[in-house]
C-alpha cells in the first residue's frame, strides 16, 4: 500500500470522500476547507500526492499556482471580500496536518480576529550576508 492510501487529501481527490468542489483541471483540485477560518476559504491541491512543497518538481509546482489569481478573484467576487492570506505550511512545526501539500486562500474582513503581525526580529552582526551567501551558494 502506498503512503497515498492513507492521505485524506488524495481520498478527496479518488472521489472516495466527498468536498466542495470549486474548480478542477487534469492536475489540480480545489475545494472549501472543512474549517474555514473564514467563509470561503479554499484550498488548492495537485492532485498527485506531494508531501512538501520544496518536494514538487518546478513544473508541477507552477502547474498549482498558476491558478491562484484566478481563483482568489473568485473567491473575493463570491465572498465579497477585498482582501485575503495565501498560506502554505510545510511540515508539522509550521502547522501541517494534512500531508499533502494545500494552498490555503482565506478571505479577510476588518475584525475577524485572525490577525497576520507575527514578531520579527533582527539579525545580529553579519548573519544576514552569511545567511544570504549560504542560501545563495545552493542556488547557484
Ligand atoms: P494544514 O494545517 O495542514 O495547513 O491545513 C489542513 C486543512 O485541511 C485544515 O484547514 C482542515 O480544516 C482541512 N481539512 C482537513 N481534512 C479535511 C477534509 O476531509 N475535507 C476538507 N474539505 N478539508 C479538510
Ligand atoms: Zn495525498
Known amino acids: 500500500m502506498s503512503h497515498t492510501a492513507e492521505c485524506i487529501f488524495c481520498k478527496i481527490v479518488a472521489g472516495e470522500i466527498p468536498c466542495l468542489k470549486v ?47 484566478r481563483l482568489a478573484a473568485a473567491v473575493l467576487a463570491a ?28 478571505p479577510r474582513a476588518n475584525g475577524d480576529g485572525l490577525g497576520y503581525r507575527w514578531s520579527a526580529k533582527q539579525y545580529q552582526g553579519d548573519r544576514g550576508k552569511q545567511l544570504a551567501g549560504q542560501i545563495a551558494s545552493r542556488l547557484a
Request: proline content about 7%; charged content about 15%.
Open 23 to 69: 474548480f478542477e483541471d487534469d492536475a489540480v483540485l480545489a475545494f472549501l476547507d472543512i474549517g474555514p477560518l473564514a467563509d470561503g476559504h479554499v484550498l488548492l491541491i495537485p492532485k498527485r500526492h506531494y508531501e512538501r512543497l520544496d518536494a514538487m518538481p518546478a513544473d508541477a509546482a507552477s502547474e498549482l499556482m498558476q491558478h491562484l489569481p
Open 79 to 106: 465572498t465579497g471580500a477585498d482582501a485575503y492570506n495565501i498560506l502554505v505550511n510545510i511540515g508539522p512545526v509550521a502547522g501541517q496536518l494534512v500531508m499533502h501539500v494545500h494552498v490555503h486562500i482565506i
